[in-house]
């Protein structure tokens, strides 16, 4: 078997042995800033993260891709794993939201491989990012480099 460096792996403990072995996955995750064709994917995505309590349908989330100036996709195969998005003026800030992974993909390095490359686009454009997050999220965020700078509210509309 020949050693690379891969960025998806699974971590396995075995029995009630201290035997640990780590299995490394073939890195099959693609990442396109092209909207996808198939909107209903990102739906079920939404869903499995418990993101509809608006009650969004399929022709909303288009919509909201695509008046967001950035989005990145992440796909095993054909299947929509993953997604962020950036929305911006394009000249000085860009808010970056809907960061979010399947549940059976978390934790292997997918959404902060999204997050690098939202950055990485910002940057290219000299666009600055920030984001909101959930007071349990802030070191993650953190650790990819932001700094807690304010304070975030929001006010509830009827739709």
Known sequence: MKHRTLSLYDYHVWGNSKKQEVLYMENSIRYISDH???FKQLLILYES???????????????????????IYAFDKQQLVGMGRVISDGVVTGIICGVGVLPKYQS????????????QHCEQNRVIPQLMCVE????????????????????????
Do not use: H
Request: with cysteine; glycine share 10%; proline share 2%.
């Open 49 to 71: 993260l418990g993101w509809n309590s608006l009650g969004l349908t399929v022709n909303d989330l288009k919509q909201m891709c695509n008046q967001s100036w950035y989005a």
């Open 36 to 38: 996808p064709e198939n």
């Open 136 to 159: 349990n999220l802030e070191s993650y965020y953190e650790s990819l480099g932001f700094k807690k700078y304010s304070i975030g509210m929001t006010r509830n509309i009827k739709r």
């Open 108 to 119: 292997k390095g997918i959404g902060k491989e999204m997050l690098n490359r939202i950055i």
